[in-house]
């Protein structure tokens, strides 16, 4: 049960992002147009002919203050939106267009109700007995006030609902209303009832909201340390977007009244303070304790930690590990994302995220205590500094004061990550043994590069996505796909089939596992590779990965009675032999001395290891393709099994030196035929290994490769078995 919650917090997380990826260009929007408006800002700098009231700029200033202002205004509506299509497994846009109408229907029936019992008057206005703040006006609508509250329970609602009813088949009469039509059909009817409960049961949640806000903003500072704690606590979970959005967006983090409004949430505070900074002598640091402590150890805490591991690395390891901690450092220090930072460390020395933890949640505290009052969109990076402190004055935000605890915090980053290191010997990045590879965020990129080529060689249009799709244990075992800033982020039905290691392989920085949901971290280009993979996964074959089973049989004893095989072709429907094409020493296909081929990523088979320069037709059949660089053919068998000879191990790259093809695309061939011609001592000079894969691209769900032969095999002899069950 515990695992299921978490598996659900998690997509429920990953579906803030949609919604959250939008207040970075509100809050510049924002920042740029109630700082270049602000009278005392003009005055002060003498832009009265270029930014006064009448110019050009300042017109155009001031719609950019009006757009980001409507952005946070209707942000339940956004949420509502957004969580919908992150819920949404298929069909996107239906359950897009559903939740809109759901959030209107909802709100609506609220109306109704509130009017029908009195609380809105006739004449429009609220009557005198209801509670200030209780009712607000929502798109329009007087409804009850649930803020982002009300949008996540419209985005969930019906996002379950899309992914239940999508695929409806109605009766005949009514067919025209079925599948994705029936969704929001039925959005309405439920959300027209679901509007009608809220008006009795939202006010006591209300109320309760009102407590607990009451409870952590009661605490003082002792508070926000433990919510700065929890936050990053959370970070490898990924459940931290899920714990403080209520602190950001709704009376949970406090409420304040700001030009004549009611606002609720710290960050929505923040912001409208903002729009209406001409007359916010400070900006409220009540609100802005849950973020204003990110910018002392984003931009000066985590680059110290990051110096120190480059300071303790081992010195023939230092550029790369240069490499790795620069660019995380910069990240942190630009932008706020922490993740490529927090996970070089994270799994491989997780003492030091401990540390992290509680002296990132420090800093939360000493910044309330300051009374640093510096807003955020997205994280405590130094572009969020800029516009929403350096540029509203220290007088408003008291943003130097970051400065100098900043640099304290760099120190004590530095010190005490430079000790813990070297008094516990962490394999912190550098620091690994000698034959570990010094892994940096640009590896991924090496990967895909090194997988095009090796998917140029057997024809898959997309091997990091195939190989990631096999590491989850196959499509079938696949039940949802989605990111965040930095994850990949993996519902799955049974984690038993994850292998973490085809994972690994990937390029990924680390992997964690809870419930049934998987994180695959990348870095910041992780919304590539879940495009890619959902487009491979549109066509790829909805079955498990064999992965599991192929380990297994490895522990067997390598012979192989004949008894066995009779019987494993008692049990077979049928049997397909296919030959060797090659003059050589076969072996299990794992032998290949290439983590693809070996991990049967491409196909399964058999490995042939040539003693002899010529390559025949292993059967009966037809060149299906001779690639350009001549180390690999295609080869489709009269029975209809598609084959792939693949000559030595990264061969490609010798660009047919060594090779003498005498077939071409399309040529039809006998048993025996010569296809190819092999220069064995140039290769065997040239070549990583001779090793070389014979495989069956193809194979069905009941069809399993039994190899027949190992050691010395003639080409024309049985090389493997195709059972069909």
Known sequence: MK????????????????????????????????????????????????????????????????VG??????????????????????????????????????????????????????????????????????CGIQSLQMGVFGGIIVGLGVAALHNRFHK?????????????????????????????????????????????????????????????????????????????????????????????????????????????????????????RYFSGEFIFMIFGLPGAALAMYRCA??????????????????SMLTGITEPIEFSFLFVAPMLFAVQVVLAGAAYMIAHMLNIAVGLTFSGGFLDLFLFGILQGNAKTSWVRIIPVGIIYFILYYVIFTFLIKKFDLKTPGREDDDVETKLYT????NARKEGQKTSEAGSKDAISEMITEGLGGKKNISD??????????????????????????????????????????????????????DYLETAPDTYAETTAQENTETKTEETTVSENA??????????????????????????????????MMGDGAAVTPTDAIITAPEDGEVAFVFDTKHAIGFETESGVELLIHVGVDTVSLNGEGFEVFVENGQKVKKGDVMMKINIPYLTEHAPSLCSPVLCTDLDDNQKIRLLAKGEIKAGEPLFAIDLY
């Open 443 to 446: 590896k991924a990129d090496v």
């Open 69 to 138: 202002s409507a952005i946070f205004d209707n942000l339940p509506l956004i949420f509502a939106v957004g969580v919908a299509i992150g819920m949404a497994k298929k069909e996107k846009e239906v359950a897009a267009l559903s939740s809109m109408i759901a959030f209107f229907v909802m709100h609506v029936s609220i109306s109704a109700m509130l009017s029908i019992n009195g609380k809105i008057l006739t004449d429009g206005s609220i009557a005198k007995d209801v509670l200030e703040g209780t009712v607000a006006s929502v």
């Open 3 to 66: 695992d299921k919650i978490f598996g659900v917090l998690q997509r429920v997380g990953r579906s803030f992002m949609l919604p959250i990826a939008i207040l970075p260009v509100a809050g510049l929007l924002l920042g740029l147009g109630s700082s270049f408006t602000n009278e005392t800002t003009i005055a002060t700098y003498h832009l009265q002919k270029v930014l006064g009231d009448g110019t050009v700029l300042h017109a155009l200033l001031t719609i950019m203050n009006k």
């Open 567 to 600: 019987e494993n072709e008692i049990k077979a429907k049928s049997t397909i032999i296919i030959s060797s094409p090659i003059t050589g020493n076969a072996a299990d296909l794992s032998a290949v001395p290439d983590e693809a081929f070996a991990g049967r």
């Open 314 to 331: 081992k010195p023939e390891k230092k550029k790369q590990a240069g490499g790795l901690l620069l660019s995380a450092a910069l990240a």
């Open 168 to 288: 409806i088949v109605l009766p005949n009469a009514l067919s025209f209303f079925g599948g994705s039509r029936f969704v929001p059909i039925i959005s309405t009817i439920v959300y027209m009832f679901v509007g009608i409960l809220m008006y009795f049961v939202w006010p006591a949640v209300q109320n309760g909201i009102y407590a607990l806000g009451g409870l952590v903003t009661g605490t003082g500072y002792f508070g926000t340390l433990i919510f700065g704690i929890i936050k990053r606590a959370l970070i490898p979970f990924g459940l931290h977007h899920v714990f403080y959005m209520p602190f950001w967006q709704t009376a949970v983090g406090g409420t304040m009244e700001v030009a004549g409004q009611m606002v609720q949430g710290g960050q929505n505070i923040f912001f409208a303070q903002l729009a209406d900074s001409a007359n916010i002598t400070h900006f409220s640091a009540d609100a802005t």
């Open 481 to 534: 796909v989605d990111c965040c800033a930095t994850r990949l982020r993996i519902t799955v039905y049974d984690t038993e089939r994850v292998n973490d290691e085809i994972l690994k392989q990937t390029g990924s920085r680390g992997i964690v596992k809870k419930g049934q949901g998987v994180q695959i971290i990348y870095g910041p280009h992780v919304t590539v590779i879940k495009s890619n993979l959902e």
